[in-house]
């Protein structure tokens, strides 16, 4: 239950009240006017801005999201992708504050993120999944080993059958260049002792320079007379990023040229003059030398 809060039916005149998702909003009247263009307000602006980028970033992506959206509609997804993608925009450590970009950020938080709050796919599918992406020959598997439903899935009382489903994006959020391939399965009855192995395969441009995301989810649906219905808008479904695969980071080759150390040849005359040492024994012995070569005549 949540907090009461009393309020004075002389202020009343002065409170506006919000609904949300989350339960109403009741607010004041800020009368008081701040000077944003201060030097103390950088923090201030800066944080702003930034918002502002990874909310219009989010927004311009839902494009790429609609084929999920049609089987996931989730109410808060807007609100959540723009908080996720504004924690990759910070954690950019290439441009200074205020400039971030999420292009630039560490795409891989963006793993696990889940289009239903209200159900996670972890929890509504339990079978395993490989992910596999090879970006040279642009080519992508998702596999899904032969499991049983009545074990591996958590189905609403009123589905029959279900869908596994699977897409790559591929985006580039400062351009917003995105391309997105969806990939479904036929309506597989959930009365079926065991499913076979499901294979998606994904045929995408070579080299692509864009970050790369999978997303897997299952959708369940109830079958009469052949024919697809939703159940309760799609509450049960659920879908999930369960890989990333950022771009290429373009890595500089630097050649280092040994440079050989010169010779400093010294002059002659700079050179002093070394004095010989000469020991008696030494002396005697060259003069034995000169006698026994040079004999006196």
């Known amino acids: 239950m949540g907090k009461v809060i009393p309020l004075y039916s002389k202020h009343l005149e002065q409170v506006s009240f919000y609904k949300t998702t989350n339960g ?113 020959s642009g080519e992508g598997k998702v596999t899904i080993p032969a499991f049983k439903p009545t074990q591996k899935l958590h189905a609403p009382k009123s589905a029959t059958h279900c869908k596994l489903v699977a897409t790559l994006h591929a985006i580039n959020f400062d351009s917003n260049d995105v391309d997105s391939i969806p990939l479904s399965t036929d309506a597989l009855p959930l009365n079926k002792h065991q499913f076979e192995d499901i294979t998606f395969n994904f045929n995408f441009t070579p080299n692509d320079p864009r970050h790369l995301f999978v997303s897997v989810g299952i959708v369940f649906i109830e079958m009469i007379n052949n024919r697809e219905y939703k159940i309760m808008a799609g509450k049960f479904n659920a879908m999930a990023v369960v890989a990333v695969f950022p771009k290429p980071v373009a890595t500089a080759i630097v050649t280092t040229i040994a440079k050989e150390k010169p010779q400093i040849t010294k002059h002659p005359i700079a050179q002093p003059a070394q004095r010989k040492i000469r020991t008696p024994r030494m002396i005697k012995r060259a003069r034995y030398l000169q006698q026994a070569y040079h004999p006196l005549e």
């Not at 930034?50 to 970033?57: I, T």
């Not at 808060?76 to 990759?88: A, D, E, F, K, N």
């Not at 891989?108 to 996670?120: C, D, I, P």
Request: aromatic letters at 8%; one cysteine or more.
């Open 24 to 136: 109403f909003i009741a607010t004041t009247p800020n009368k008081k006017v701040n000077k944003w263009a201060g030097e103390q307000y950088d923090a201030i602006r800066a944080h702003r801005k930034e918002f502002g980028k990874a909310a219009q970033v989010a927004a311009d992506i839902r494009v790429a999201f609609a084929d999920i959206m049609a089987h996931i509609p989730s109410p808060s997804m807007y609100r959540r992708l723009s908080s996720r993608l504004l924690q990759v925009l910070k954690s950019d450590i290439t441009n200074i504050r205020g400039e971030r970009t999420v292009e630039e950020g560490d795409v891989l938080m963006m793993k696990g993120f889940e289009f239903n709050q209200s159900t996670a796919f972890n929890r509504a599918c339990r079978a395993r999944y490989d992910v596999m992406i090879d970006r040279v």
